[in-house]
């Protein structure tokens, strides 16, 4: 980043702490700091270290979806969603199997946890419970939650996938759809793609008895967390960690650094896993992907690119296959869900009779 370009975010950074503190403390020197939430969101982790990351919030009263709710509520949640008011600084305590760690959230209201483990976790668990207490400000003392964090067992690979436009239908390429679909529906009315939930379950099952874990990957805000982790719930897809974007106006890294950094860190976090991509055509999730193909040589097994675009945009993603395969790795641009499970059933990343029930699913 150029040196004066990092002057003005350090700077808007600085002002926006500073105007976030000075909201926080009128707020309690005024009576109207609002009930203070605990949010843990899914964490991951291996033999060694846990990692998981949250956020301490004002609760706004977002109700829970439901498949009757109205376009006005869908509206009204989606809005409470991102008028959160964030607790800067807030102080909290997590325990583990007997770890026990404290952090200080940033000014957003974000607090990261990394366990560094003594011992091994039971292996024959895969979701590991950890308990998190608010321990300030004051008015907030004692909150709790219980997150979960994702230690694989017994995996022969592991699964990166976007969401908008892979999983999800979110017409990424049309914004006004794309706030249209996002603002009006809940996690019970959006949509995944025809035969998804099917073929991520095959995946993660394998051809035997394995348990390979799904780790999901967008651009969007952590504002919408609770929506996303309710649609894999409600639409029967693997649970798996979810990373997102701080969309605070001081953001410097750009989409496609997020999920590079993302897939970086993942390839670390788990040295001896080779791994299998999905996404789509519509942003630019063929450059990324050849990127840790070419910064990690023989650790992407395949990659599927969701076809969502025009015939232009196609003929550039298969210039990018070809130079993916001669890198040592196979990038198939897809028409649909079930054409992705054909090539993973003749690779034996899954089981052979799972494919016909991505190919029912797919069919709708």
């Known amino acids: 980043m150029m040196g004066w370009r990092r002057s003005v975010v350090t700077a808007g950074r600085a002002v926006e702490a500073r105007f976030d503190l000075l909201k926080f403390r009128l707020k309690r020197r005024t009576g109207r700091l609002g009930p203070i939430k605990v949010l843990p969101y899914r964490g991951h982790g291996n033999s060694r270290n846990l990692f998981m990351k949250g956020r301490v919030l004002e609760g706004k009263g977002i109700t829970r979806s439901s498949g009757s709710d109205s376009v ?36 957003e209201g974000f607090f990261d946890l990394c366990f560094e483990l003594v011992a091994s976790p039971d292996p024959g668990t895969t ?23 994702l230690i694989p067992t017994g995996a022969r690979f592991g699964v990166i996938s976007d969401l908008d436009d892979t999983v999800v239908r979110s017409s990424v390429t049309n914004f006004s759809k794309m706030v249209r679909i996002a603002f009006l529906n809940n996690a019970h009315t959006r949509l995944p793609f025809e035969g998804v939930a099917s073929f991520y379950r095959a995946l993660q099952r394998g051809a035997g008895r394995e348990f390979n874990p799904i780790f999901y ?127 993973a059933a003749q690779e034996g990343f899954i089981a052979p009779e799972a494919l016909t029930d991505v190919r029912k699913a797919n069919a709708g």
């Open 72 to 107: 006005g509520t869908n509206l009204r949640n989606m809005v409470r969603r991102f008028a959160s008011d964030e607790i800067p600084f807030a102080r909290v305590r997590a325990r583990f199997a007997g770890h026990v760690l404290e952090a200080v959230a940033d000014e």
């Open 127 to 149: 979701w590991h419970p950890v308990e998190v207490e608010l321990l300030w400000p004051a008015e907030g003392a004692g909150a709790r939650a219980i997150g979960s964090v």
């Open 217 to 343: 990957v967008s651009n969007g805000p952590w504002n919408l967390y609770d929506l996303l982790e309710d649609f894999l719930d409600i639409h029967e897809l693997p649970a798996g960690p979810l990373f997102l974007r701080d969309w605070s106006p001081t953001t410097v890294r750009s989409p496609a650094e997020h999920k590079l950094d993302i897939i970086r860190t993942l390839l670390a976090v788990y040295p001896k896993l080779p791994f299998i991509l999905i996404g789509d055509s519509g942003e630019k999730d063929p450059e990324i992907y050849r990127q840790a193909v070419r910064g990690h040589p023989g650790r992407i097994r395949a990659i599927y690119i969701r076809e969502v675009t025009t015939k232009g945009r196609d003929a550039a993603v298969h210039a990018i296959a070809r130079e993916v395969r001669s890198l040592g790795a196979e990038m198939l641009l897809v028409p649909d869900t079930a054409t992705a499970a054909e090539h």
